[in-house]
């Protein structure tokens, strides 16, 4: 069984920044992308960043120039660094990552359970 767990989540005022991680643990054998999705109350989960194994970054609209996604393949660990946060940001934010648990194994993608963010002075 594959699990992704997040933390970092927290409290912070307008302006300030935070730091998710995510860690996958189980039985991977490899990874492809890894990515951060938000979803706040009464709203569709949206994407906020994607990091294949390439390193080839991609962020939604609202990220660029205020977030930063990145990865720790060799244990398979995503961090999203998130600076100059707005109270629009609040939201849970989950983590996924698409495995395979060996070679002949399709690929799926998995999720965690979500660190809530809040922005609020």
């Known amino acids: 069984q594959v699990q992704l767990m997040e933390s970092g989540g927290g409290l912070v005022q307008p302006g300030g920044s935070l730091e998710l991680s995510c860690a996958a643990s189980?039985?991977?054998?490899?990874?492809?992308?890894m990515a951060w999705y938000r979803q706040a109350p009464g709203k569709q989960r949206e994407l906020v960043a994607v990091i294949p194994t390439g390193y080839s970054t991609n962020y939604a609209d609202f990220a660029k120039g205020r977030f930063t996604i990145s990865r720790d393949n060799a244990k398979n660990i995503v961090y999203l660094q998130m600076n100059s946060l707005k109270p629009e940001d609040t939201a849970v934010y989950y983590c996924?990552?698409?495995?395979?648990?060996?070679?002949?194994?399709?690929?799926?993608?998995?999720w965690g359970q979500g660190t809530l963010v809040t922005v609020s002075s």
């Open positions: 189980g039985n991977i054998f490899s990874t492809r992308a």
């Open positions: 996924s990552a698409v495995i395979r648990v060996d070679l002949r194994g399709e690929w799926r993608e998995v």
